[in-house]
């Protein structure tokens, strides 16, 4: 369990906010810039002290990702949702519910045609949100493995367990444990992304930081790695949405 606090501090000419999220599970200190602003994963044995020095020690970093992150904001106005409308692969995709027979007491789901077709029985008690949930983990970890096959034999090195899971502040994590997890909202980001999401927390199994070496790694086995960063920065309201409200009509913008 995390909670989160608001702080600020002076990086250069700038005042910077950043949000603190405790963990007990971190091991170590992690900074993340995004959309969302600056957050800082503070696990439970660092102090306010360590924070703030790690800050200063990455402001040139934090300041650069700060100013990408506002261009990227100036150059692509945000999307509006359809209803019955999610990203699969990049793309966006119709969802098209259909009604079984009377005996059918699941939902079944398939891609095909472009649109992705859920099956729902009549006599179902499973909510379509939860199924398509479901389907779309199923999809994610096959899409990983796949690409953690490829990288896994570049590095010659072996994770311990893979965990997809439905976190809402990364997108990946490699343990001290060797184990991986993924967000399973990858699925639904391009397939470079996703390639790139994986390589980078599959490096982390022989390089634990952010050094130079590392991203040096990622970079000669991700050729995509900048733009994959770009795209998830400015996608990450499309990824993160709720599916149980994926089929309500989309807000209307004025009055």
């Keep these: 369990m ?4 608001q702080h600020q501090i002076r990086l250069g000419a700038r005042r910077v906010d950043y949000l603190v999220l405790r963990s007990m599970a971190a091991r170590k200190l992690r900074i993340r810039v995004g959309p969302n602003g600056v957050e800082v994963v503070q696990p439970s044995t660092r102090s306010r002290e360590d924070v703030s020095a790690f800050l200063s020690r990455n402001e040139v970093w934090i300041l650069d990702q700060l100013q990408r992150v506002e261009r990227l904001r100036g150059l692509r106005p945000p999307a509006l949702r359809r209803a019955g409308e999610i990203l699969f692969r990049g793309e966006p995709t119709r969802l098209r519910i259909e009604t079984t ?6 939902n079944a789901i398939d891609f095909a045609n472009g649109e ?3 099956q729902r ?6 909510p379509v949100a939860r199924s398509l949930e479901n389907w779309l ?10 690409h953690l096959a490829v990288v896994t ?3 010659r090195q072996r994770a311990q367990r893979i965990y997809v899971m439905g976190q809402r502040t990364k997108w990946g994590n490699c343990s001290a444990r060797r184990n991986l997890s993924f967000n399973w ?5 391009p397939d470079f992304v996703l390639r790139y999401l994986v390589t980078h927390e599959t490096v982390h199994l022989a390089t634990p930081d952010h050094s130079a070496k590392f991203w040096l790694t990622v970079q000669s086995l991700c050729r995509e790695t900048e733009r994959a960063k770009q795209w998830l920065c400015s996608h990450q309201t499309q990824l993160t949405i709720d599916l149980a409200r994926v ?7 004025g009055a």
């Excluded at 089929?247 to 913008?253: N, S, T």
């Design 2 to 5: 995390k909670a989160a606090a």
């Design 101 to 106: 027979g009377a005996r059918a007491r699941g």
């Design 116 to 118: 992705i077709v859920i």
């Design 121 to 126: 029985g009549k006599g179902s008690r499973t």
């Design 137 to 146: 983990r199923k999809q994610a970890r096959t899409e990983i493995e796949k």
């Design 153 to 155: 034999v570049r590095l």
């Design 185 to 189: 909202r990858l699925i639904l980001a």
């Design 247 to 253: 089929f309500e009509p989309a807000p209307r913008i």
